[in-house]
């Protein structure tokens, strides 16, 4: 059973450029949030979607949207990147948007680098 | 804010002893998540507890949930050199969103 799968792993991307980021969840997940995390932090949260439609969001520019496919899979998409942005961005999935009784399993994370 | 706040920010022990984790949030909440994380990599989760739970043990691990007190904290017994880490608790609330404090980077020396 794999876990949750991120892609790419590592990212180097120009100041102004877009980026969209990929994650698989767990099997028989549905809920599937974005963290990011700077260095020496902890992660923030930036969204979560659930049957396709965003449910909750972070406090993150719009700069910042997502995606999530009928197959529960995700993207994060940023716009106009700035030097700011450089993080690791987290995608974590779980089952069933609120209720809030399933433990979130995590990614490896894919590492930005805006330059 | 819902916000864990993990205490002490760094703690440094000896292979074989203990190290305590303590973290402390402000409103209420479902259920508390531990997590782990080695060197700027994934979370791994380590434990959940529910708000209706006190004590609740994983191998080496033990986590106790005071919400009289908003307050959590995380032990682990016979600590290795693997455990070094960052650890994290994130309160969840009824929305499933978690929310992370800055972490306590433990340090086990062999």
């Known amino acids: 059973d794999a876990g949750v799968t991120q892609s790419p792993t590592h990212l180097i991307k120009t100041r102004g450029q877009q980026v969209t980021l990929r994650c698989s969840p767990k099997?028989?997940?549905?809920?599937v949030s974005w963290y990011q995390q700077a260095l020496g932090q902890g992660p923030q949260f930036i969204f979560q979607y659930y049957e396709e439609e965003e449910r909750q969001r972070g406090n993150f520019p719009d700069r910042f949207s997502g995606h999530q496919f009928p197959n529960y899979s995700s993207e994060l998409n940023v716009n106009a990147l700035l030097l700011g942005d450089s993080a690791l961005y987290l995608c974590a999935s779980s089952f069933g948007a609120g209720g809030g009784s399933t433990e979130a399993f995590f990614g490896q994370g894919t590492r930005l680098t805006v330059v | 804010s819902q916000q864990g706040e993990e205490d002490p920010q760094a703690l440094s022990i000896q292979e074989g002893e203990n190290a305590t984790m303590n973290c402390s949030y402000k409103t209420s909440i479902n259920n508390l998540q531990w997590y782990r994380q080695n060197s700027g990599r994934g979370l791994v989760h380590l434990i959940l507890?529910?708000?209706?739970?006190r004590e609740k043990h994983s191998g080496r691990l033990r986590v106790t949930l005071d919400t009289s007190k908003k307050s959590s904290s995380l032990l682990i017994t016979a600590s290795r050199a693997a455990d070094t880490a960052s650890y994290f608790c994130a309160p969840h609330n009824a929305g499933n969103m978690l929310t992370f404090g800055g972490g306590t980077r433990l340090m086990v020396k062999p």
């Open positions: 507890i529910r708000s209706n739970e």
């Open positions: 099997s028989g997940h549905d809920t």
